[in-house]
């Protein structure tokens, strides 16, 4: 029973380019999280989405970042024109039933390093 | 604008003695509440949870107490061992709703 799979665990960009990042929920969920962690900091909330809908994308910067939970296949962040202040790690969390039942299950993050 | 604070970035106990971890809130809707432990370069992983209508909720070593008036938790861990080692983090919400985290505490557990 695999868990919330993230790809790519590592990924280095330079400023300008575009980083795309993907989470496999785990099977039987429906809803996806994504959350952000800068160096020194907590976890903060991105976005929320169900298959082929954002429910709350409340986190999200307003410019160059942007996901998607479509019908087939993972879910995927996309942040274009990185800059440096993007250096994170990237964490997608899932549930089965949305945020009522109150447990994420995590993925192990993506690490994005822009030069 | 942190609507969950720990404000002890890190904290260090022997082995065997009692860990105690503490997480406040400043939302007063907020109710329900969760501990999450990460180990380096791993994802956050559940402990314990807790939900508004309660005041302490136990799982084996592991205890967390809410005090709604003062807008507190806390997490009790005894006997601490060396594998509990690691950074946890608090969240709050209100059901259904998104989760708020903390900024996390690092436990050390010294052998």
């Known amino acids: 029973n695999a868990g919330v799979m993230q790809n790519p665990r590592h990924l280095v960009r330079r400023r300008g380019q575009e980083a795309r990042l993907r989470c496999s929920p785990m099977k039987g969920h429906s809803h996806v999280y994504w959350y952000r962690q800068l160096p020194e900091e907590g976890l903060k909330f991105m976005v929320y989405l169900q298959k082929e809908n954002i429910i709350d994308e409340s986190g999200m910067p307003k410019e160059r970042f942007s996901a998607e939970f479509p019908k087939e296949g993972p879910s995927i962040l996309r942040i274009q024109q990185v800059v440096r202040g993007d250096s994170a790690a990237y964490f997608c969390a899932s549930s089965p039933l949305g945020l009522n039942t109150g447990e994420l299950f995590f993925g192990e993050g993506s690490r994005l390093t822009v030069l | 604008d942190q609507q969950v604070k720990q404000n002890s970035p890190s904290l260090s106990v022997q082995e065997g003695r009692i860990s105690i971890l503490n997480c406040d809130y400043t939302?007063?809707?907020?109710?329900?509440f969760l501990w999450y432990k990460k180990y380096p370069a791993e994802g956050p992983t559940f402990l314990i949870s807790i939900s508004s209508i309660k005041d302490k909720n136990e799982d084996g070593r592991f205890t967390v107490f809410l005090n709604k008036s003062a807008k507190h938790l806390s997490l009790h861990i005894v006997p601490s061992q060396p594998g509990d080692s690691a950074v946890y983090f608090c969240?709050?919400?209100?059901?259904?709703?998104?989760?708020?985290f903390g900024t996390g505490t690092s436990l050390t557990v010294i052998p």
């Open positions: 969240a709050a919400s209100v059901v259904g709703n998104q989760f708020y």
């Open positions: 939302n007063s809707m907020f109710d329900y």
